[in-house]
Nanobody
Framework: VQLQASGGGLAQAGESLRLSCVAS????????MEWHRQAPGKQRELVAT???????NYADSVKGRFTISRDNAQNTVYLQMNGLKPEDTAVYYC????????????????WGQGTQVTVSS
């Protein structure tokens, strides 16, 4: 199972970016999907989560500015980031909790490779 993240780049404060993350491999189903970020010198933090049914949660620092969504048919999760701030600068990682049905059920978590978001003031 692999996750491929894209959509990062440079933005000025107040602008928007949209991140995408596609899951591929022998996946039977995906439960929760998440976006995390890690700024230089800081620990990785959870940004947003979305359940298979579409329920969402956000870190306080991004509420009202970021929106997580998903396309279950495409095994894709998105992060729409509006009103970007310099403190949003970080490497953004996607994660997915998946199930693979074989002789038994295999459960796991996959991580994307990270995509850099840099916001200038």
């Amino acid at each position: 199972v692999q996750l491929q993240a894209s959509g990062g780049g440079l933005a000025q404060a107040g602008e928007s970016l949209r991140l995408s993350c596609v899951a591929s491999g022998s996946i039977s189903s995906i439960n929760g999907m998440e976006w995390h970020r890690q700024a230089p010198g800081k620990q990785r933090e959870l940004v947003a989560t979305i359940s298979s049914g579409g329920s969402t949660n956000y870190a306080d620092s991004v509420k009202g500015r970021f929106t997580i969504s998903r396309d279950n048919a495409q095994n894709t999760v998105y992060l729409q980031m509006n009103g970007l701030k310099p403190e949003d600068t970080a490497v953004y990682y996607c994660a997915a909790d998946y199930l693979i049905y074989r002789d038994t059920v295999v459960a796991g978590r996959a991580w994307g490779q990270g995509t850099q978001v840099t916001v200038s003031s």
